[in-house]
């Protein structure tokens, strides 16, 4: 069975950093893309960042450039999401999903991880 489980979340002030994780297990995901996306109250689910599992740099949302950092750690079978400088508007929950290489469609979901930056 595969599971994508997402951790880490919680409540920060302004200015903050959270570091969140996505620890994939069940299959090899070594054809895939790992990606973060958040869905903040009363607004629609959104691309956050993205890292090929087999190697590369990552892919980010205009809004996190610069701030936040995805990486993996293959040997861990985990994907990070290191958040810094968080500001009230990245408070959403923080879902991981993964998709194939060669495919827009994801495949596979996490449950999601609350954070929530306070002013």
């Known amino acids: 069975q595969v599971q994508l489980v997402e951790s880490g979340g919680g409540l920060v002030q302004a200015g903050g950093s959270l570091r969140l994780s996505c620890a994939a297990s069940?299959?090899?995901?070594?054809?895939?893309?790992m990606n973060w996306f958040r869905q903040a109250p009363g607004k629609e689910r959104e691309f956050v960042a993205g890292i090929s599992w087999s190697g590369g740099s990552g892919n980010y949302a205009d809004s996190v450039k610069g701030r936040f950092t995805i990486s993996r750690d293959k040997g861990k079978n985990t994907v990070f999401l290191q958040m810094n400088s968080l500001k009230p508007e990245d408070t959403a929950v923080y879902y991981c999903?993964?998709?194939?290489?060669?495919?827009?469609?994801?495949?596979?979901w996490g449950q999601g991880t609350q954070v929530t930056v306070s002013s």
């Open positions: 999903a993964a998709r194939m290489i060669s495919s827009p469609l994801y495949d596979y």
């Open positions: 069940g299959r090899t995901f070594s054809s895939y893309v």
